[in-house]
């Protein structure tokens, strides 16, 4: 290990072949990745060497791809055996346990290793000291090497190169002595929240937190009690339980700055899918208070109590609130065990008579930022950390049911069948094909259940949802027209009836073009090219949207960016990214308000 940290003065300045000399061991036994990413210099960060060293390996041909996928020892393989792995790769198994197997895992490993190594034709690659840097568990170790082997060999391709260069990042980031401190605390912070999940998901690991459940509640203590911790000069939990923290601005009397994202989550969901947004901004205001810095305006952070509508049919009712769109209406939705909202409420101590109260005025806020996970496969796939959102697609979803017969699965012929679940299928059918025909609509059916079914009965209902999306309202609208034409031309085919209840109807929002030149002007003082990209997912942002000027900055997600997945990642690395992008931002806007 360099005894002296390398600067990157020292690798912009030194001749080329000695600066190349101090990136030996960033990519196992290939020294040609750090030649060709040289020619790239001078550098203004460790992210943007690191971008030149992924795009070096990206440019070149297939063959040197393969031979430096080829060139990694295998996870406790004969080389670790015999002790011959780089410095490195030895360093990195150790701290695995990996140098510690029972015969039975040893066995096991080398088994998949060389079925993995059939498979695609070079050895199973992952970055063993994973997402925090700190290492992954050998269990994880082991079930991703599982759930890999089963990939495609063209995605596993890039996987595998996506874990060579999480590893490169990894040794840069010992090599320069720059721990992303700041990046490691956010998502220390995400991981201790994450403690924190609904019953029947808790008891086999999953994340769940459903609005105003026990554990949504402590979440909602959990991220007070960090705001105070990170120096928020006030914390409070609103009436539908958002939980804001405001950092003072040195001027009390000028507009603040608006940020956050939401803390609930989807059933068996990721542990940053809206936490990112909340902590991101958090580590901001520790650092200013830190250093008893305050901005000309005040930082306002809200923790949104609800966006993902999983225990409600009540779509990004914490932002809702802030915007004027709280549906009194949902007070009296019951949920699946018929306890309504307002008995949620009451049981969590909250009072909705207090809800219009937290309705903001425009006027006092600058606009409204939103940091939050890709959620998509666009950023992973390019090895960029960060992205710069255009605009939010336009949604519109649906809860129905199908009315058909039920009856004997064996005595009913195929021809005098009402059978509710195949209208649905068959209008999924035809979803997948209308929206894939737009290119870049798309249309879920995520709940689809026959109540009451039996193996021999030919289903009388069936109940589904619709979520359908796109990049303009307009085209949003042709999709929903399409697909509730086709309905109906199926049930009237079919002599089934159909019930559809609309839960929500989001418009597309663009970002505000000047907020939107802030994220980039960030992402560039980063070193980082700005990747310009839509949102598929909806955010909180599209509710602000309504009454603020706003914008989005997305962070990679790891596992080619999955989300409403417990296989959502991303890196302290391009957290702390986040937070330095943040950091510029806050000091863009302090600049223009001086
Ligand atoms: O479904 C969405 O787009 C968001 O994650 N609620
Ligand atoms: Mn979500
Ligand atoms: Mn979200």
Not at 100 to 113: F, G, K, M, R
Not at 294 to 316: D, H, K, M, S
Not at 407 to 434: I, K, P, W, Y
């Amino acid at each position: 290990m360099h005894t002296m940290a390398l600067t990157l003065e020292s690798l912009n300045t030194l001749p080329l072949d000695a600066a190349a000399r101090l990136l030996d061991g960033v990519y196992e036994h290939s020294p040609w990745v750090a030649d060709a990413a040289l020619a790239q210099r001078p550098f203004v960060s460790l992210a943007q060497l690191q971008f030149a060293l992924a795009q070096a390996v990206t440019h070149a041909p297939l063959e040197a791809r393969l031979a430096l996928l080829r060139a990694h020892p295998e996870l406790a393989g004969k080389a670790m055996e015999a002790g011959a792995l780089t410095r490195e790769s030895t360093h990195e198994q150790k701290t695995a346990g990996l140098t510690a197997c029972t015969p039975q895992e040893l066995a096991h490993i080398q088994a998949l290793n060389t079925a993995y190594r059939e498979k695609f034709g070079f050895p199973f690659i992952v970055a063993v000291r994973g997402p925090r840097g700190t290492g992954l568990f050998k269990p994880q170790i082991i079930a991703t090497l599982e759930r890999r082997l089963g990939g495609h060999p063209d995605f596993e391709l890039q996987e595998a190169l996506r874990n060579v260069h999480r590893i490169a990042e990894i040794r840069l980031t010992d090599k320069f002595a720059l721990p992303p401190l700041r990046g490691q605390q956010v998502w220390d912070l995400q991981e201790s929240l994450a403690a924190f999940s609904d019953p029947g998901f808790a008891e086999r690991g999953e994340l769940t937190v459903t609005y105003l459940t026990d554990a949504h509640r402590a979440c909602a203590a959990r991220i007070a009690q960090d705001m105070r911790d990170a120096g928020c000069d006030s914390v409070h939990t609103d009436a539908v339980g958002n939980v804001v923290g405001r950092y003072a601005g040195t001027r009390a009397d000028a507009p603040a700055l608006l940020t956050g994202s939401h803390y609930d989550t989807v059933r068996n969901g990721g542990k940053y899918d809206g936490r990112l947004g909340i902590y991101v901004p958090l580590a901001c205001v520790q650092a200013l208070a830190g250093a008893q810095q305050r901005l000309p305006f005040a930082l306002e952070i809200v923790a949104f109590a609800e966006e993902e509508g999983q225990r409600y049919r009540a779509t990004f009712l914490g932002s809702g609130a802030l915007t004027g769109d709280f549906d009194p209406a949902w007070l009296e939705q019951p949920d699946a065990d018929g306890v309504t909202m307002r008995d949620a409420m009451r049981h969590a101590g909250l009072d909705p008579a207090q809800i219009p109260s937290i309705k903001r005025d425009p006027a006092r806020y600058l606009g409204f930022v939103e940091v939050h996970i890709e959620q998509g496969p666009e950023l992973n796939a390019r090895n960029l950390p960060l992205g710069i959102v255009t605009s939010i697609n336009a949604s519109v979803r649906y809860t129905g049911e199908v009315v058909g017969m039920a009856s004997h699965a064996g005595t009913t012929s195929m021809t005098q069948r009402r059978d509710a679940a195949a209208a649905v299928a068959e209008l999924m059918v035809f979803l997948e094909q209308r929206a894939g025909a737009d290119g870049d609509s798309v249309g879920t059916v995520g709940l689809l259940h026959v109540p009451g079914g039996s193996i021999n009965v030919v289903p009388g209902r069936c109940s589904f949802s619709l979520d359908l999306r796109a990049p303009t309202d307009a085209q949003r609208d042709a999709l929903e027209r399409d697909v509730l034409d086709q309905l109906q031309a199926i049930c009237a085919r079919r002599g089934v009836t159909h019930s559809l209840t609309q839960t929500v109807r989001a418009s597309a929002a663009p970002s505000d073009p000047v907020w939107q030149t802030r994220w980039e002007a960030a992402v560039q003082a980063l070193g980082l090219p700005v990747h310009r990209m839509p949102s598929g997912a909806g955010h909180d942002a599209m509710k602000l949207h309504t009454i603020l000027p706003q914008a989005m900055l997305f962070v990679r997600g790891e596992n080619a960016g999955i989300s409403h997945n417990p296989l959502e990642s991303t890196t302290c690395n391009d957290m702390q990214l986040a937070v330095e992008a943040f950091d510029h931002l806050l000091a863009q806007l302090g600049r223009a308000s001086t």
